[in-house]
């Protein structure tokens, strides 16, 4: 929706200054991947290299966390991945637009796909303090799961019990 406003009111090379020094509208035509690396690559090498992400993404589904930011993450990433390569077969390139004058020009999409990894990460980052992702982490969970053999592997003999009765 945006691309298309941007298409129907600016020509490509233009610049329209939002914010002075900070925000521009400057339209550009992107051949490559992320800020335009690369740009020699066809748009079908493009879309089998989007495919083989989103194949290593879902190879491990089980494994990712259940935090509600997981999902709105995920959900980020391949909107703005999908809108993308929609774009790219359309039209052979993706249209480029916002400039913080700080970083490449991009557009929505790929603030998506950024803000959704940046989700990611932090879902990631709450599943498990041994770096491992489970699906469940906290007190609770870790009670749950507990067996009598976990306090012995780790020298805790507290709530030991001893087998042979002495």
């Not at 298409?7 to 020094?21: A, I, K, M, W």
């Not at 090498?45 to 879902?58: D, E, H, M, P, S």
């Not at 709450?126 to 007190?139: L, W």
Request: proline residues 5%; without cysteine; charged residues 15%.
């Amino acid at each position: 929706m945006a691309g298309w406003l941007i298409r129907s009111s600016l020509s490509v090379g233009t610049e329209q200054v939002v914010v002075p020094h900070v925000l521009s509208l400057r339209v550009l035509h992107n051949t490559g991947v992320a800020f335009g690396l690369l740009a020699h690559f066809p748009p079908v090498a493009t879309v089998i290299l989007a495919l083989t992400l989103l194949g290593v993404v879902f190879y491990n589904r089980s494994a990712w966390p259940l935090a509600v930011v997981g999902p709105w993450g995920l959900g980020l990433m391949l909107g703005g991945a999908l809108g993308n390569m929609i774009e790219r077969l359309r039209f052979g390139y993706v249209l480029d637009y916002l400039d913080f004058h700080v970083w490449p020009v991009f557009n929505l999409a790929d603030a998506a796909i950024v803000i959704g990894a940046g989700l990611l990460v932090l879902a990631f980052s709450r599943s498990g303090r041994d770096g491992s992702v489970s699906r469940a982490s906290g007190p609770v969970a870790r009670a749950r799961t507990a067996t009598p053999q976990d306090d012995y592997s780790r020298g805790d003999d507290a709530n030991a019990v001893d087998p042979g009765g002495e």
